[in-house]
């Protein structure tokens, strides 16, 4: 057992997860396909495979509790963070993974292939002109933007009853003060991310 699968199946023990063995390999594929990538395109800073367990992987996957499905958009996906290993633990729900950068777009529909994630659509987009056909249960973000730019933009996606879940380090106390109507926020929750010493915190927002 390397380093990777020594730190990964606690984390998922203490996130209270119970994985098919077989998906925490494609979770350990997804990792050494990303390190891969990243020597040629640059599309995370996190550079040690290891460090990718517990910044990308179990920090990932430290909100699945909250998803509401089954249709999940993960905008600003970047790298395919947190769609891919969140499409990897929950595949009863569907997930579109939605960047405007071309060049990461393209490693996440190499992973997605790679992976056989048959609940995982890429687009390549802006979300505030990202008009799908149907709308989503939860719409998902780490690191985006503002909470209300985030809102502003992105708002015409959530479907009646969806989420906003926006993923955040410190507790973002000015950025609740510009949430306002048609969105509240529901509750922040403060995340223990397995391994992490770092702040991580859950702001859940509704529509009125």
Known sequence: MDLQEKLLR??????????????????LDYVALLDKWNKTYNLTAVRDPVQMITHHILDSLVVRPFLKGP?????GTGAGLPGI????????YQFTLL??????????IQAKGELGLDNVQVVHER???YRPAQKFDTL??????????MLRLAGHLLAENGEFLAMKGNYPK????????????????????PGL????HLVRIARL
């Open 99 to 108: 960047d405007s950068n071309a060049k990461k777009t393209r490693f996440v």
């Open 197 to 200: 010493d770092e702040q991580r």
């Open 140 to 149: 998902l973000t780490r690191a985006f933007a503002s909470l209300a730019e």
């Open 71 to 75: 249709n999940v958009l993960d905008i």
């Open 174 to 193: 000015d950025e609740l003060k510009q949430v306002i109507s048609p969105f509240k926020v529901l509750e922040v929750c403060k995340l223990v991310v």
């Open 10 to 27: 606690p984390g998922l023990k203490e996130l209270g997860l119970v994985l098919p063995a077989a998906t925490e390999q494609r979770l």
């Open 127 to 129: 979300v505030e002109r």
């Open 85 to 92: 290993p969140l499409a990897l633990a929950c595949p009863q």
